[in-house]
């Protein structure tokens, strides 16, 4: 039994691979990314410049889930072009990441990974920490335009669009409308819950410092909410883009439950925070037990197959 994948036309030989944002700064953390049974290697988010990103403490463990305001500590771009060619010798697919603070640095970043030896290009357009810098582009459904427009042709490498979670299943269609104008030929859903607060009652503060404690959520708390925002886009799009789902992905159940939504393949997160790097190959066996006892050959086989009451 395998789970083995693709994205984008692009195999991964397993259903599970890491999300951007945890442990994937630095070399070294990506190393142990790529010799684990992550089936690809997912780039921390960068922009042009290095960043420190927000003041500490600003990340919290939760019973079930994880509580952040990061600010997209990264190394700049530059430093992730040089480590590509490093990575390489896994033989895993390697996907940048990257955010823009202006429709230029966003041509800047695509374009310098259009021309390295990445396999995937995610153009995170919903970090949820970095309000006070503008309204994350991905509210302006104009300003995506003019950001599709202006990166569409910079090479043949796959495009995709890292997405919020959408309480309105209009803004998906909107969403849909803009990626089938455009080759976008995969997503990730969902980003971690922005505009949340956790409060220490004994302390009566909030628990983490950046933006007067509000951050992005992420574990079993918002798995619902990936579930949805998943198969609502699977009901639009069909077979015709790659969902890759993320999002309280702790058990070879939850990567089930996303792969009978419609996800082509799922990012583990919070539960690689948790546990380290041994949660792919936990996470895939369990999978594929799952499969096998159902009688399932193949992810394909079951891909999509939530049937409605
Ligand atoms: C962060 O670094 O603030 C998180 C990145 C993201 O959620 O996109």
Known sequence: ???????????????????SGIKDDTFEELEEIAKSKS????????????????????EINLPLG??????????????????????????KP??????????????????????????????????????EEGLPIVYDFEKIKELLDKISNLGEKPIGLKLPAYLCYVLQEKMVNLIEQYDIPFISSINSVGNSLI?????????????????????????????????????????????????????????FEFLLAGADAVQVGTTFEKEGPSCFERINKELEEILQKKGYTSIQEAKGKLEYL
């Open 39 to 58: 089936s690809a290697i997912m780039l921390k988010s960068c922009t042009i410049g290095p960043r420190k990103g927000n003041e500490e403490p600003r």
């Open 199 to 255: 409060i220490d009652p004994e302390k009566e503060t909030t628990v983490i410092k950046p933006q007067r404690g509000f951050g992005g959520l992420s574990g079993d708390y918002i798995k619902p909410i990936a579930l949805g925002n998943v198969r609502r886009f699977y009901e639009l799009l069909k077979d015709e883009v790659s969902i890759i789902g993320v999002g309280g992905i702790r058990t070879g159940q939850d990567a």
């Open 94 to 131: 390697i996907i940048a990441s990257v955010v823009g603070f202006s429709l230029e640095e966003y041509r800047i970043l695509i374009k310098a990974f259009q021309e390295s030896e990445v396999d995937l290009i995610e153009i995170n357009l919903s970090c949820p920490n970095i309000v």
């Open 66 to 91: 994880y509580f952040q305001s990061e600010g997209l500590p990264n190394l700049g771009y530059k430093k992730y072009l040089e480590l590509i060619p490093k990575l390489k010798k896994y033989k």
């Open 1 to 19: 039994m395998s789970t083995k994948t693709k994205i984008a036309g692009i195999e991964f030989d397993s259903y599970i691979f890491n999300a």
